[in-house]
């Protein structure tokens, strides 16, 4: 047999290397084709996991025992229904006409005129806030003892804020300035005079008044006059007025509690 030459060596070993070197190309697809599989897989488990893991955070949030308790708000219970807000009456109950009747102030009873004619709106919403009980039960919160001589009633807050739900204006018979004191007008309200309480605006009267228990002079613009004591305002005196304010300042609240009683007029 013969000897196998050297180019039959080296055909051999090129055919070797060529088959060698197709076996590793092959491990090395296959071994790519792995990875890309793992890599798939992996992304897949990660979202499979974050998806639990979110889901399990709402669950614990919404049903499970970190839920929030539902708020006042969310009952199912019906809510009280509000009073209805009170308007402003038409003048027209006024019937432009004067009015007699009575007003109680603590055990005291006074007897009053309301100007129907001069101040329709005031009266008119002072007859129909006294109608309705409005004003019944409510404290006399505020008393002047000096320069003005006035107790203030009419608040349903009791401490000079509160009002019907509405205010009004403008203002209706309002004395004439006839006293000037360093450039300012005065107007002169005589002992027994009941007038509209307001704040700054003459827009912003509204259940709040006063009764004037001592000749007084206000500065302009003044105030609504819609009615006078006729009646009784020596006893509130004696009863209330004299006795000064609860801190014994000359303007504050009445040292003796003064709350409104029975109103009727006709």
Wanted: hydrophobic fraction near 35%.
């Amino acid at each position: 047999m013969a000897k196998p030459s050297g180019r039959d060596r080296a055909e051999r070993e090129a055919r070797r290397r060529a088959r060698s070197y197709a076996v590793r190309q092959q491990i090395h697809e296959l071994r790519g084709r792995r990875r890309r599989r793992d890599d798939v897989v992996a992304a897949v488990v990660f979202v499979v996991v974050v998806a639990l893991a979110t889901t399990a955070q709402v669950g614990f949030f919404t049903a499970g025992p970190g839920a929030a308790k539902p708020s006042a708000s969310a009952s199912t219970s019906p809510s009280a229904t509000p009073e209805p807000t009170r308007t402003l009456p038409s003048k027209s109950i006024s019937e432009d006409r004067t009015w007699k009747g009575s007003m109680t102030v603590n055990t005291t009873k006074l007897s009053i005129t309301l100007d129907g004619k001069r101040a329709p709106q005031a009266t008119a919403n002072f007859i129909d806030l006294a109608a309705t009980g409005f004003y019944s039960g409510l404290s006399c919160h505020r008393l002047t003892t000096a320069g003005i001589y006035v107790l203030q009633c009419g608040d349903p807050a009791g401490d000079g804020s509160g009002g019907p739900g509405y205010t009004f204006g403008p203002l209706e018979n309002v004395p004439k300035s006839t006293v000037t004191k360093d450039g300012t007008k005065y107007g002169v309200y005589p002992a027994g005079t009941i007038a509209m309480a307001r704040g700054t605006a003459e827009d912003s009267q509204g259940s709040q008044f006063f009764i004037v228990y001592k000749d007084s002079e206000l500065p302009a613009p003044g105030y609504t006059v819609f009615g006078e004591v006729t009646g009784g305002l020596a006893a509130l005196r004696s009863a209330i007025t004299s006795k000064g304010t609860a801190d014994g300042s000359t303007d504050g609240k009445p040292k003796v509690a003064t709350t409104l009683g029975v109103i009727a007029v006709k």
